[in-house]
């Protein structure tokens, strides 16, 4: 009985649903509740910029600073998806809706107790911790205001919080969630902290820049220390680093749009309602990559690079600024979703002495939209069509340096700070590596010494054949070495614990199509679900039986991309 009126009520809202969808469409709707039952502060904003992407929901934080606040679903549905994982979103919860959105929870803690025992089933099914599992929509039926989940703080998060969206169901597209009335009290004025000059020559290449301290002229007007910037350069871009501390002067919040006036004109604008998967990387392009590298500031530019096609950016027709010697008044308005806003303005004019920009000498200059290819016999490389978001020098460097475990020379492909859009691909020959070693052979970016990062790969033709996604320093390593096993408690007897724990690791970091450390771990030759904390490198099996006072064998296997496998036994007491 008590299943028929859940199922008659599922039913009521599809068509209450249904019936105001051209409302929800329109955003601002009534019909998404909040996901939780405490006021709404936001520690991430949608489009905030994050490395190599833009944030794509709302990050929202805990009622006070732990995991465990109850996750409730902000409208009614089905979950369509459950994913578990030892990074990204965790533990995340997908539930489709009526009215043509998806609403994702991550980072979750647990799952109410049907959810939990239904995903255990299905780990143990396929022997594994990460699970990516659909659902048909008669599995689980949601009311709105259901408690789902508990807050968490699960793959990469950095502390407990909810990463919440609301996507298009058919395309995965996400949307601000902001624009459905999930929201907090926001009545502070986005923070305007410098500003940065661009110089271009008549090509539009970069030839300069220079950074420019802001002040503050009133409460929401900012101006630079001086009133009228003499520039010796006829063409000119602009760049502002600015956040948005909502109520809170701790914060540092992504804004919500940004627009830039030219004697009044516009001349840019970007507005962050939505931004595909698909345009997640065009981050790189947006913000003034080269500054992130070096002093980890996230200029926005004000002006639109050649291969930059995200959609929330528009009216880039003039945003390069031509100067004269009649100046020209600059306004640049940042605001937030509550449209509180702040303003930076000055005036430019074009210095009677032109600064001179030698030209620099370089091997190669790739086209952004064109596929490249680079060939010197020991090193291939080929870089898609619009694998670069401008023209793009590239200097190729070999050295002859070779240090233990290196198989080949070091390969510095162009300049780290040049970000790739797509992935490359390298080839290089080597014909000194044994039969027995080929296996253990990766690429791996050693920018850092200290910490090798593995690209992984496999020969081709006489050639080792990898992917890359950024440029700078390479060089082909034979990893010989197995992970790393660690019990996180040094004692035979459990049966006062709950939990037993071990921290994996490896000699390598992993990057590109590289997979993580896999594992496998048996408790008296039965298969047991650990959990794995890939921050953390933990590994985690939570005992469901009470302790007999018996004694237990566990094994564990640890393999990492190469194929090297460590083996742990143990003997222990519960």
Same mark, same amino acid.
């Given at each position: 009985?008590?299943?028929?009126?859940?199922?008659?009520?599922?039913?009521?809202?599809?068509?209450?649903?249904?019936? &105001?969808?051209?409302?929800?469409?329109?955003?601002?709707?009534?019909?998404?509740?909040?996901?939780?039952?405490?006021?709404?502060?936001?520690?991430?904003?949608?489009?905030?910029?994050?490395?190599?992407?833009?944030?794509?929901?709302?990050?929202?934080?805990?009622?006070?600073?732990?995991?465990?606040?109850?996750? /409730?679903?902000?409208?009614?549905?089905?979950?369509?998806?459950?994913?578990?994982?030892?990074?990204?979103?965790?533990?995340?919860?997908?539930?489709?809706?009526?009215?043509?959105?998806?609403? %994702?929870?991550?980072?979750?803690?647990?799952?109410?107790?049907?959810?939990?025992?239904?995903?255990?089933?299905?780990?143990?099914?396929?022997?594994?911790?990460?699970?990516?599992?659909?659902?048909?929509?008669?599995?689980?039926?949601?009311?709105?205001?259901?408690?789902?989940?508990?807050?968490?703080?699960?793959?990469?998060?950095?502390?407990?919080?909810?990463?919440?969206?609301?996507?298009?169901?058919?395309?995965?597209?996400?949307?601000?969630?902001?624009?459905?009335?999930?929201?907090?009290?926001?009545?502070?004025?986005?923070?305007?902290?410098?500003?940065?000059?661009?110089?271009?020559?008549?090509?539009?290449?970069?030839?300069?820049?220079?950074?420019?301290? %802001?002040?503050?002229?009133?409460?929401?007007? /900012?101006?630079?220390?001086?009133?009228? $910037?003499?520039?010796?350069?006829?063409?000119?871009?602009?760049?502002?680093?600015?956040?948005?501390?909502?109520?809170?002067?701790?914060?540092?919040?992504?804004?919500?749009?940004?627009?830039?006036?030219?004697?009044?004109?516009?001349?840019?604008?970007?507005?962050?309602?939505?931004?595909?998967?698909?345009?997640?990387?065009?981050?790189?392009?947006?913000?003034?990559?080269?500054?992130?590298?070096?002093?980890?500031?996230?200029?926005?530019?004000?002006?639109?690079?050649?291969?930059?096609?995200?959609?929330?950016?528009?009216?880039?027709?003039?945003?390069?600024?031509?100067?004269?010697?009649?100046?020209?008044?600059?306004?640049?308005?940042?605001?937030?979703?509550?449209?509180?806003?702040?303003?930076?303005?000055?005036?430019?004019?074009?210095?009677?002495?032109?600064?001179?920009?030698?030209?620099?000498?370089?091997?190669?200059? $790739?086209?952004?939209?064109?596929?490249?290819?680079?060939?010197?016999?020991?090193?291939?490389?080929?870089?898609?069509?619009?694998?670069?978001?401008?023209?793009?020098?590239?200097?190729?460097?070999?050295?002859?340096?070779?240090?233990?475990?290196?198989?080949?020379?070091?390969?510095?492909?162009?300049?780290?700070?040049?970000?790739?859009?797509?992935?490359?691909?390298?080839?290089?020959?080597?014909?000194?590596?044994?039969?027995?070693?080929?296996?253990?052979?990766?690429?791996?970016?050693?920018?850092?010494?200290?910490?090798?990062?593995?690209?992984?790969?496999?020969?081709?033709?006489?050639?080792?054949?990898?992917?890359?996604?950024?440029?700078?320093?390479?060089?082909?390593?034979?990893?010989?070495?197995?992970?790393?096993?660690?019990?996180?408690?040094?004692?035979? &007897?459990?049966? &006062? /614990?709950?939990?037993?724990?071990?921290?994996?690791?490896?000699? $390598?970091?992993?990057?590109?199509?590289?997979?993580?450390?896999?594992?496998?771990?048996?408790?008296?030759?039965?298969?047991? $679900?650990?959990?794995?904390?890939?921050?953390?490198?933990?590994?985690?099996? /939570?005992?469901?039986?009470?302790?007999?006072?018996?004694?237990?064998?566990? &094994?564990?296997?640890?393999?990492?991309?190469?194929?090297?496998?460590?083996?742990?036994?143990?003997?222990?007491?519960?």
């Amino acid at each position: 009985m008590k299943k028929n009126i859940l199922i008659s009520i599922f039913i009521f809202s599809i068509g209450f649903f249904c019936n &105001n969808m051209n409302a929800q469409e329109a955003g601002d709707s009534p019909f998404f509740t909040s996901p939780i039952n405490h006021e709404l502060r936001v520690a991430g904003t949608f489009g905030e910029l994050r490395t190599n992407h833009f944030h794509m929901g709302l990050d929202i934080k805990s009622s006070k600073g732990i995991v465990g606040d109850i996750i /409730y679903a902000v409208a009614s549905g089905y979950i369509s998806r459950i994913q578990i994982s030892s990074s990204g979103y965790g533990n995340a919860l997908y539930i489709d809706h009526p009215n043509g959105f998806t609403s %994702v929870y991550g980072h979750l803690l647990s799952f109410n107790e049907d959810i939990e025992k239904y995903i255990k089933q299905e780990q143990s099914k396929a022997k594994s911790f990460e699970v990516n599992l659909i659902l048909d929509p008669d599995q689980f039926p949601i009311i709105q205001g259901t408690q789902i989940a508990k807050m968490g703080n699960t793959g990469a998060s950095n502390g407990p919080h909810l990463h919440f969206e609301i996507r298009k169901s058919k395309s995965e597209v996400p949307v601000n969630p902001m624009r459905f009335g999930i929201k907090p009290i926001d009545k502070a004025s986005p923070k305007i902290n410098s500003a940065k000059i661009y110089y271009f020559n008549d090509s539009l290449q970069e030839v300069g820049t220079n950074i420019q301290i %802001v002040k503050k002229a009133s409460t929401n007007n /900012y101006q630079l220390l001086s009133d009228t $910037l003499n520039i010796g350069s006829q063409k000119l871009g602009f760049g502002i680093l600015t956040t948005d501390p909502m109520n809170d002067n701790a914060n540092v919040n992504g804004v919500y749009k940004i627009s830039m006036y030219v004697d009044s004109e516009l001349t840019y604008e970007i507005e962050l309602d939505s931004i595909g998967f698909d345009e997640t990387r065009y981050i790189n392009a947006h913000i003034d990559y080269p500054s992130l590298i070096i002093n980890n500031k996230r200029y926005n530019r004000c002006y639109r690079l050649p291969g930059n096609n995200l959609g929330a950016i528009n009216n880039t027709e003039k945003s390069i600024v031509e100067l004269t010697k009649k100046p020209k008044k600059i306004d640049i308005v940042v605001s937030d979703f509550a449209k509180n806003e702040s303003i930076l303005s000055f005036w430019v004019k074009q210095d009677e002495t032109l600064i001179e920009f030698k030209p620099t000498q370089h091997d190669y200059t $790739l086209k952004y939209n064109e596929a490249n290819i680079i060939d010197q016999d020991i090193v291939k490389i080929y870089f898609p069509e619009q694998c670069f978001y401008e023209d793009s020098p590239i200097d190729i460097n070999i050295s002859n340096e070779k240090s233990k475990n290196f198989a080949s020379t070091f390969f510095t492909i162009g300049n780290k700070l040049t970000p790739l859009h797509r992935n490359a691909n390298i080839f290089i020959k080597n014909n000194t590596i044994s039969a027995s070693q080929k296996e253990k052979t990766c690429l791996v970016y050693c920018e850092n010494p200290n910490r090798l990062v593995s690209y992984g790969g496999k020969w081709q033709d006489g050639y080792f054949a990898s992917e890359i996604n950024k440029l700078g320093k390479y060089a082909l390593y034979i990893d010989t070495i197995p992970p790393s096993i660690s019990i996180s408690r040094k004692n035979d &007897n459990f049966t &006062n /614990y709950s939990s037993i724990s071990f921290v994996i690791d490896d000699n $390598l970091s992993y990057a590109g199509n590289t997979s993580q450390l896999t594992y496998q771990a048996t408790i008296d030759n039965k298969w047991v $679900l650990f959990k794995y904390d890939l921050k953390y490198n933990r590994i985690t099996h /939570y005992f469901e039986d009470p302790p007999n006072s018996e004694m237990h064998n566990l &094994n564990l296997e640890v393999m990492d991309d190469r194929g090297n496998k460590k083996i742990y036994t143990k003997k222990f007491l519960r």
